[in-house]
């Protein structure tokens, strides 16, 4: 399976400033997604991630807030922007190789915006 | 994709089988079924899938039933590395992200 890279594993921010998470995999993959798990939450999809054109954002998730982009097939970041406390979560790269193969996750970035 | 129902937490004693069982009743003829776990401060990690055959891989059993409206997981000899929440998620084949439910909570007590 895909060895997912995430930076920066953990951090601690101001409120109203942003942070970019990046997520870099060993080989290239078709699907990338980025995720948010909420303290003792489920994990919720933020985006898919499409390499060379712009994010697919589910339901309460917006660009301006979550811009994310996707240069090539191993390299993904996602921005949390004008953080505030309700954003402190973990935040989770995916990626996915195609139909009928599994997902396989980063083990995530530890946010906590003070 | 079709939801699932999942126990909220299970305990299950060091070195006994532990079953793991997920309602899916509304699964669709092209959804496969999927297990992760995820252990404290770790992503989640790919466990077994399967469509409608029973599978088994180094980690773990999946027993689906023949209509396919449930399955389990089994863990053969459950240790305490196993304690963990496992989710059960069906997943349309091709390219759709996979959506989580609530998962199960496995306690493994020694």
């Known amino acids: 399976s895909a060895v997912i890279s995430q930076k920066p594993s953990r951090d601690i921010c101001q409120r109203g400033t942003s942070l970019t998470i990046q997520c870099q995999v060993d080989s290239q993959v078709t699907m990338m997604f980025w995720y948010r798990q909420q303290p003792g939450q489920s994990l919720t999809l933020i985006a898919t991630a499409n390499q060379g054109s712009e994010a697919t954002y589910e339901s309460g998730f917006v660009i301006d807030k979550f811009p994310i982009s996707r240069p090539n097939l191993t390299f993904s970041t996602l921005t949390v922007s004008n953080m505030s406390p309700e954003d402190s979560s973990i935040y989770l790269c995916?990626?996915?190789?195609?139909?009928?193969?599994?997902?396989?996750f980063g083990d995530g970035t530890r946010l906590s915006i003070l | 994709d079709a939801k699932t129902t999942q126990p909220t937490s299970m305990d299950c004693a060091e070195g006994r089988a532990a079953n793991l069982p997920c309602n899916h009743s509304t699964i669709s003829g092209n959804e496969y079924v999927y297990w992760y776990r995820q252990i404290h401060s770790q992503g989640p990690q790919y466990i077994i899938h399967?469509?409608?055959n029973n599978e088994t891989n180094e980690m773990a059993s999946l027993i689906i039933t023949e209509d396919r409206k449930s399955s389990t997981l089994i863990l053969p000899h459950a240790t305490l590395r196993d304690t963990a929440v496992y989710y059960c998620i069906v997943r349309a084949s091709g390219n759709t992200p996979l959506v989580f439910g609530k998962g199960t909570r496995l306690s493994v007590i020694a």
């Open positions: 399967g469509l409608k």
């Open positions: 995916s990626v996915g190789a195609g139909a009928r193969q599994p997902q396989h």
